[in-house]
């Protein structure tokens, strides 16, 4: 159970220190605002994740010191949430595929055996509901803009369409949740995850890549290169200063 | 405020007898505490003035997400991130109100901010300092945005009404702003003999810039006389500055930090604190484009308009086609 929370509270963790990088330097100041929002919403829910998982491991930790004291082998978040912004375009397709992903997720888990989980999923959701407009806006807008935002988006799919297939792979430990009735397997989410991303991806006038290799390791602890220095930088007061409180 | 140094038509102020029948019209609304809106006459100067006193004080809010934006992936904890990511994203949604209270005055947003990234409009001094410690982000909010408070809570009755009702809206999220950096402030102040230290480095580096913020002397400010008679400009420089030191000290002293000024002391009969001015020249030099920050914070704007413009054109593109296929 802390494991699987750690799944889901590390995803929002990492995604929304990667939106929080834009502050102040995004395209526009309309999309300094939503990016703002959206991590906003992603702290928020990590929060609520890994507040429940400190709870549940029963060693004191709260939600501060998961995040803030873990090391890289420690997080058990999907590869795709770490990989670094980029452009922006780069950014909004990052957050598309996960907003596919995690909406359905959380619609998911509305339904867990676990009331304390179906309950966190029930607010997360109604967010996520959010995102996943507001991508789906963008990429449809971007992929049938001019040939330049086509192309960025088009290239931003194929750069990331690697890191797709890990939210679909089953492990033990989603057996045992499964088997509980805590969550499905993550495999059972495939077919509507497709449907929806190609019903998008026609209306963008984007081409889903035909490789079905994935790559694999987040969510077992085996990160890229990216989140430690990510780690770093985000951990820096913590670490450097481990006896104040802030 | 956000806005110093807001040149105005450079002449004296005229005497109502010297006034064309509109303008002392005008002038007598003014005098009656109307409020003006964007369909009424207005002398040009007024109109001009108050453009460069809104987009400054818009451009202010815009680059001002810039050194707070420095801490927000090194926030100590979820909390204070989600407090400073809100924070930012006020400053630019005032920023987007600002624009907009601009744009009644017959200007456009794209204009303006085009003369910011070209180096040709100004924007708040403070903006050009580093934040160089997580204290700074208790500092900023508690005496950035508390000097920005004295000045904008007096231009909530400036003339202009499109402007003061958006100085109403931001006044109250900027009283938020203060109080979380106070809080900040109080646990570093609080905290482990480090924290002390970083509380006190902030201080001492923002306190001079947050006096400058109020623009220069009533003497030395060319510009004040008519703005004052428009009510563009409520409160001279120096009661704005004064109104702050007057306010801030007894916090400074409550938080056990050394006051920065030496020579700070309250005036027993007037009420008032007597305090040391900022170095004139280095605000100066600040305006100029000297200061520490000026080229590295035009630098992240002008990056992020111009690495951003495939992502304005492809939305533009993807209307046209709509509207097209709609017609």
């Not at chain 1, 495999?187 to 509507?192: D, I, L, N």
């Not at chain 2, 901010?113 to 160089?132: E, M, V, W």
């Not at chain 2, 570093?188 to 580096?205: F, H, I, N, S, V």
């Amino acid at each position: 159970m802390f494991e699987f929370l750690l799944r889901m509270g590390d995803n929002t963790l990492v995604l929304g220190h990667r939106v929080s990088e834009w502050c102040g330097h995004s395209p526009v100041l309309e999309e300094d605002i939503a990016l703002a929002n959206i991590a906003l919403d992603m702290i928020g829910q990590t929060r609520l994740w890994l507040g429940l998982a400190g709870e549940v491991e029963g060693q004191g930790r709260d939600a501060d010191a998961l995040a803030f004291r873990r090391d890289v082998w420690d997080f058990r978040n999907l590869l795709i949430v770490e990989r670094p912004n980029r452009d922006y375009g780069h950014t909004l397709m990052r957050q598309f595929l996960f907003d596919l992903w995690h909406h359905e997720r959380l619609a998911d888990l509305c339904l867990s055996s676990d009331d304390r989980v179906a309950g966190i999923a029930a607010k997360c959701v109604k967010e996520a509901d959010y995102h996943l407009e507001r991508s789906i806006d963008l990429v449809v807008r971007l992929g049938d803009g001019t040939a330049e935002s086509h192309a960025k988006m088009q290239a931003a799919l194929e750069a990331l369409w690697p890191y797709v297939g890990e939210m679909f792979v089953d492990d033990g430990l989603d057996v045992e949740m499964a088997e509980q009735g805590i969550a499905p397997l993550p495999s059972s989410q495939r077919a509507r995850f497709d449907a929806a991303l190609d019903r998008a991806l026609a209306r963008a006038t984007l081409i889903r890549p035909e490789s079905d290799f994935a790559q694999k390791g987040g969510r077992s602890g085996t990160h890229t290169e990216d989140l430690g220095h990510m780690l770093a930088t985000m951990q820096f007061l913590q670490r450097a200063y481990p006896d104040a409180r802030w | 405020m956000y806005a110093q140094e807001v040149k105005s038509t450079g002449k004296g102020v005229k005497a109502l007898e010297e006034m064309s029948a509109e303008e002392r019209a005008f002038q007598e609304r003014i005098d009656a505490g109307e409020k003006i809106e964007p369909k009424d006459w207005m002398p040009d100067g007024y109109r001009k003035t108050l453009v460069r006193q809104i987009s400054q004080h818009g451009h202010s809010e815009v680059v001002g997400q810039l050194p707070e934006g420095n801490w927000i992936t090194r926030a100590p904890t979820l909390e204070r991130k989600s407090i400073l990511l809100a924070k930012v994203q006020d400053e630019a949604g005032h920023g987007l109100y600002l624009y907009s209270a601009a744009e009644t005055l017959g200007v456009s947003r794209a204009d303006l901010i085009d003369d910011l990234l070209a180096g040709r409009a100004k924007y708040s001094s403070i903006f050009n300092y580093p934040t160089l410690n997580w204290a700074d982000m208790g500092a900023v909010g508690w005496l950035v945005d508390g000097a920005a408070i004295v000045n904008q809570v007096a231009l909530q009755r400036t003339s202009y009404g499109p402007y003061s009702r958006a100085m109403v809206r931001i006044c109250k999220e900027e009283s938020f702003h203060a109080r979380q950096g106070y809080d900040i402030m109080m646990k570093m102040a609080g905290g482990t003999a480090a924290q002390k230290q970083m509380a006190q480095d902030a201080l001492d580096r923002l306190w001079w810039p947050a006096l400058m913020m109020f623009g220069p002397p009533d003497a030395d400010s060319v510009h004040s006389a008519q703005s004052m008679a428009w009510k563009i400009k409520v409160m001279t420089n120096d009661e704005g500055r004064q109104k702050f030191v007057d306010q801030t000290i007894p916090q400074i002293e409550y938080l056990g930090l050394e006051v920065p000024d030496q020579d700070a002391v309250l005036d027993a009969e007037s009420g008032h604190y007597r305090f040391t001015d900022p170095d004139w020249r280095e605000f100066f030099e600040v305006l100029k484009g000297n200061g520490p920050c000026n080229v590295d914070r035009l630098r992240a704007r002008n990056m992020a308009h111009d690495e951003g413009a495939w992502f304005r054109e492809g939305l533009m593109a993807h209307a046209k086609k709509q509207q097209i296929a709609a017609e």
